[in-house]
């Protein structure tokens, strides 16, 4: 009888040593800090852990020539502009993060998670049992492509925020854009005409992702129809990246009109006090005969 009752426990200890196994061999790649923190993790649930964790696992996933700007960076770090990470990466990573220290996150909340900060405070409200707030949508160039009547290479928009009537983007200058080779000859300059552009395509899709319906109905029937107050203030080169924001002023359909404008590094570089889109009901498919 006593022989019986003492086989559970015989077992338990091997079975756990099973679960640390799993997780060495999940986390191999990363270093001995890094499994060191999630072991003891394991065994305590102290939170004070999470960030060593969570930053070990994000490094396993850097190009080596980035590791530096994770090491010294602060939690401002983004993990697309910053770091490289591209959305398959980041599912990759966050995966791990789940695995390793026990929690689940839903998609829809993956695209929030945009620097390491939010990461790091996102996981230990998680553990804490916290609600997590309510903070602006983010998007990524897939979930933007998605949407987009614009597609490349006309598309000026490579990571998008929506935060009520506000919109926040980006977009890298690559330098290999197909007209940067004769504007100008041997001195590549971003003309300001597609600077307003991409504020007008951020306008576009903080429309289409605010208004379900339009989503649905519009299609691609939705056009630039004017400007008024453009300002340029500075000359943008490969290399740059364009801060785009817009915000709605107004609308009254068929129009919307926003507000924009673009800075480089802190530094403005273009503003529009309106930006006018106009909004046509996608065409009927003719029935039938």
């Known amino acids: 009888m006593s022989e019986q009752t003492t086989k559970p426990n015989q077992h338990?200890?091997?079975?756990?040593?099973?679960?640390?196994?799993?997780?060495?061999?999940?986390l191999k790649r990363c270093s001995p800090e890094t499994i060191k923190a999630a072991l003891a993790f394991r065994q305590s649930g102290d939170v004070s852990l999470v960030p060593t964790v969570v930053l070990g696992i994000i490094e396993r996933f850097l190009e080596p020539e980035v590791v530096d700007t994770l090491k010294d960076g602060d939690d401002s770090v983004k993990?697309?502009?910053d770091l490289g990470m591209d959305s398959l990466t980041m599912?990759?990573?966050?995966?791990?993060?789940?695995?390793?220290?026990?929690?689940?996150?839903?998609?829809?909340?993956?695209?929030?998670l945009r620097t390491v900060g939010d990461l790091k405070a996102f996981i230990a409200a998680k553990l804490s049992g916290v609600e997590v707030d309510a903070k602006a949508k983010s998007y990524p160039i897939e979930q933007i492509a998605a949407v987009m009547p614009q597609q490349e290479p006309f598309l000026f928009l490579q990571a998008a925020e929506i935060d009520g009537?506000?919109?926040?983007?980006?977009?890298?200058?690559?330098?290999?854009?197909?007209?940067?080779?004769?504007h100008f000859k041997n001195n590549p300059v971003f003309p300001a005409s597609i600077m307003l552009e991409a504020l007008g395509q951020l306008g576009v899709f903080h429309f289409l992702s605010t208004d379900e319906a339009a989503l649905e109905s519009v299609g691609d029937s939705i056009f630039f129809t004017g400007a008024d107050g453009v300002r340029c203030s500075r000359v943008c080169?490969?290399?740059?990246?364009?801060?785009?924001?817009?915000?709605?002023?107004?609308?009254?359909?068929?129009?919307?009109?926003?507000s924009g404008k673009i800075t480089v590094g802190g530094e403005k570089a273009a503003t529009a006090e309106e930006i006018t889109l106009i909004v046509a009901p996608a065409e009927e498919t003719p029935a039938k005969a």
């Open 12 to 26: 338990a200890r091997p079975a756990e040593q099973s679960a640390d196994d799993l997780l060495k061999e999940s």
């Open 79 to 81: 993990f697309m502009e």
């Open 91 to 112: 599912f990759e990573a966050i995966m791990m993060v789940e695995e390793s220290l026990g929690v689940s996150i839903k998609n829809e909340e993956l695209w929030d």
């Open 165 to 182: 009537p506000k919109a926040k983007g980006t977009y890298k200058i690559s330098g290999k854009e197909a007209f940067l080779a004769g």
């Open 237 to 258: 080169k490969p290399g740059d990246t364009l801060e785009l924001s817009v915000e709605l002023k107004r609308r009254r359909d068929p129009m919307v009109v926003y």
